[in-house]
Each structure stands twice: as C-alpha cells, then as structure tokens.
C-alpha cells in the first residue's frame, strides 16, 4: 500500500458558468448527468461553478488512452479516427498545463500509454518516450495498465518501467493522498488473455473463460454477442479472486478510518458509463463487493474512448474519460479533477467534458 500524503490547496480557478444536460437510461433504470462548459479551442478548459472561497482537499491531473505510435493516422475497428502520431502532442500539453496550474499533487495515466499498432521492434521506444512526457510533470504520476501497453510489452517489463507498485506482477494498489480519501487502482487484467505468458494460469483460465462465452474464432469480435454479454473479448479482463478480497479488506479498512474512496480501472464497470463491448468481464463482481460499503463514491476509467458519466442505484458516480488518441489535429482531451468532502470536480480540457460529481451524504 502506497501511502502519499499532500498538502491543501492555496488556490482555485476561475468559475465559469456551467450548462448540464440528462438522460435516461431506460434498461438500468437511472439518470446520466453530464454537466460541462462549452470549448472547442485548443486548450480550452471545461471549468464547473464553485462556491466561492472553497478550496479542494487535493486536485490531480487525468488523462487516457494516449495509445501514441509512430505511425500515420488510421481509425478504430467500427471507423472512428485515430491521430497515433498527434497524441503524444496532447500529452505534453496536459503536462505543461497540469505544470503551470502548480497545485496538482499528482496525476493518474488511466492506461493504454501506447497503441496496439506500434510496430514491435519500436514498442520498448515508444513506451519510454511516452513515459518520459509523464515524467516531465513536477511531481508524482501514477499509471494503470490497459490493453494497449499489454499488446506491447509483458508485464515484468512494463510493470517496472512504469514504476507501478503492484507485487509479483500485479497492478493494483491504493494511495492515500490525504486522511479524508483513499485512490484505490484495480488491475482489470488481473485475469486476461494478454500480458501474462502463455502457459500461466491466469492466461490459461482466461482462454478457457473466452471459450465459453464468446463461440467466435476471434476472440476480439463481439459478433452474435448479445446486450452485457458482448463485453467477453479479448481486448477486455477481469478481476481475479484474490485481487477482488485485496479490494474487500482495502474498502474494509477504509471505512474503519472514515475515508471517502476513489476507484479507478482502466475498464468500465457500469453499463451506462460504457458501451457494452468496454465493460470489465466481471464487473457485477467487483461492484457486488463495492456495494456493500458506503465508503466508496467514483469509479473512473478509461477504455471506452467516447467519455461518459452515469449514477448507479447505489449512488456511486461512474465517469469514463474521453481518448488522448481520438483528438483531431490542434485539440486536446485531459484535465484535472478538485476533490472536496462532498464532492468531485472535473475539470477538463476541450473535449473532456467537464463534470461535478456530488456524494450522497
């Protein structure tokens, strides 16, 4: 358990007014609110309304899905366009931003540092130059693991590269940045098809779990899949048993210390905070475990690319991050988050939506 404890914030930004639109989503039965300012400049920021004078508790840089390679510009499987080259750009500007705004504490990499596509005797590059971007900003950075990264190095090169605290080869672990809150990270490829050696069981018990649910030849292809179920491919994992006991004790402990509780994961784990294809395998699992501890209040993610926010029936805030890779030539997706004792504020640049995400009490 990492523990990173920061100091209070001594200023704020400027409020701007705030527009917020609702929809319904009919088969979960609860509202998806999405509340942001418009901006369609380069670096335009998405800042939400504020009480005057209230200072968050931390603030921390987000950003996802970067997926760089040194490659011409090409499009996803269903045609929507990817700019490989021009990502790393948006990266260095949410760096120089997140800089120059002087109180972020740290930043979260919610995963995929490079794309899939990246040929093969250049991906050990290209995740070193990615990650020396991240390490240009003035202070901690954290990073979860997507497919991407695992498409191009194992985890015992990756995991260390990236200075990411698991043990044996995991990736999930907790930070404190402060005694009010607690960041737990969840590893969704804990259990997953890729990343793993070929002969490990966890490879082993996901080809199984893939053969079982999904009847296609290729295991990226959620052809014949029909609603939830078209989330068993591939390119998506799972939370394995010891690590979903690992979360239990954690959120145990948690509310023990009266601490509100950040989830992060590079896959979605509310269907309406995702398409159906992103969602982690077992995400009614791990939200079963969630459900039963008031502690926790957001689960952010990355993956999905589109960016989306919904409420679940337990009142726990699910937002997905718009894609760094899906940003058109002179326009950026990242931002940065406030957190306060009631409530997060997200506040993104261009085309992250910003987002203010108020607890229950």
Same mark, same amino acid.
């Given at each position: 358990?990492?523990?990173?404890?920061?100091?209070?914030?001594?200023?704020?930004?400027?409020?701007?007014?705030?527009?917020?639109?609702?929809?319904?989503?009919?088969?979960?039965?609860?509202?998806?609110?999405?509340?942001?300012?418009?901006?369609?400049?380069?670096?335009?920021?998405?800042?939400?309304?504020?009480?005057?004078?209230?200072?968050? @508790?931390?603030?921390? %840089?987000?950003? $996802?899905?970067?997926? =760089?390679?040194?490659? !011409?510009?090409?499009?996803?499987? +269903?045609? #929507?366009?990817?700019?490989?080259?021009?990502?790393?750009?948006?990266?260095?500007?949410?760096?120089?931003?997140?800089?120059?705004?002087?109180?972020?504490?740290?930043?979260?990499?919610?995963?995929?540092?490079?794309?899939?596509?990246?040929?093969?005797?250049?991906?050990?590059?290209?995740?070193?130059?990615?990650?020396?971007?991240?390490?240009?900003?003035?202070?901690?950075?954290?990073?979860?693991?997507?497919?991407?990264?695992?498409?191009?190095?194992?985890?015992?090169?990756?995991?260390?590269? @990236?200075?990411?605290? %698991?043990?044996? $080869?995991?990736?999930? =672990?907790?930070?404190? !940045?402060?005694?009010?809150?607690? +960041?737990? #990270?969840?590893?969704?490829?804990?259990?997953?098809?890729?990343?793993?050696?070929?002969?490990?069981?966890?490879?082993?018990?996901?080809?199984?779990?893939?053969?079982?649910?999904?009847?296609?030849?290729?295991?990226?292809?959620?052809?014949?899949?029909?609603?939830?179920?078209?989330?068993?491919?591939?390119?998506?994992?799972?939370?394995?048993?010891?690590?979903?006991?690992?979360?239990?004790?954690?959120?145990?402990?948690?509310?023990?210390?009266?601490?509100?509780?950040?989830?992060?994961?590079? @896959?979605?784990?509310?269907?309406?905070? $995702?398409?159906?294809?992103?969602?982690?395998?077992?995400?009614?699992?791990?939200?079963?475990?969630?459900?039963?501890?008031?502690?926790?209040?957001?689960?952010?993610?990355?993956?999905?690319?589109?960016?989306?926010?919904?409420?679940?029936?337990?009142?726990?805030?699910?937002?997905?991050?718009?894609?760094?890779?899906?940003?058109?030539?002179?326009?950026?997706?990242?931002?940065?988050?406030?957190?306060?004792?009631?409530?997060?504020?997200?506040?993104?640049?261009?085309?992250?939506?910003?987002?203010?995400?108020?607890?229950?009490?």
């Amino acid at each position: 358990m990492v523990r990173l404890y920061t100091s209070w914030l001594t200023t704020y930004p400027k409020a701007y007014s705030k527009m917020a639109s609702f929809c319904f989503c009919g088969k979960h039965k609860r509202y998806k609110q999405h509340v942001f300012c418009p901006g369609n400049a380069m670096g335009s920021t998405n800042v939400l309304v504020s009480s005057p004078g209230k200072q968050p @508790l931390f603030s921390f %840089g987000v950003v $996802s899905d970067v997926q =760089y390679a040194d490659i !011409p510009d090409g499009h996803s499987f +269903i045609g #929507v366009p990817r700019y490989y080259r021009h990502s790393i750009r948006v990266l260095q500007r949410a760096v120089q931003k997140w800089n120059n705004h002087q109180n972020l504490n740290f930043v979260i990499n919610f995963g995929d540092i490079v794309d899939g596509k990246c040929p093969p005797n250049q991906s050990l590059d290209a995740v070193k130059k990615v990650n020396n971007e991240f390490q240009k900003f003035n202070g901690p950075v954290f990073h979860l693991i997507g497919n991407h990264c695992l498409y191009n190095l194992p985890r015992d090169i990756l995991l260390p590269l @990236l200075k990411i605290p %698991g043990l044996n $080869s995991q990736a999930y =672990y907790d930070i404190s !940045p402060g005694p009010e809150y607690r +960041i737990v #990270v969840l590893d969704g490829y804990d259990i997953s098809a890729i990343g793993w050696p070929r002969d490990h069981p966890k490879t082993l018990q996901a080809l199984e779990f893939l053969e079982k649910k999904n009847p296609n030849s290729d295991k990226n292809s959620p052809e014949g899949l029909l609603g939830l179920e078209r989330r068993f491919v591939m390119f998506n994992g799972a939370v394995g048993r010891e690590q979903l006991e690992w979360l239990d004790g954690i959120l145990q402990d948690a509310t023990k210390l009266k601490q509100k509780v950040i989830v992060c994961c590079h @896959l979605p784990m509310d269907p309406c905070a $995702s398409s159906q294809e992103a969602l982690l395998w077992n995400f009614d699992e791990v939200m079963n475990v969630i459900h039963q501890y008031k502690c926790v209040k957001a689960c952010l993610s990355g993956h999905d690319h589109k960016g989306r926010h919904s409420i679940d029936s337990h009142g726990i805030h699910h937002r997905s991050f718009e894609a760094a890779l899906e940003c058109p030539h002179d326009t950026d997706a990242f931002g940065h988050i406030d957190v306060y004792d009631n409530r997060l504020l997200l506040c993104g640049t261009d085309r992250m939506q910003g987002t203010e995400m108020y607890f229950n009490p």
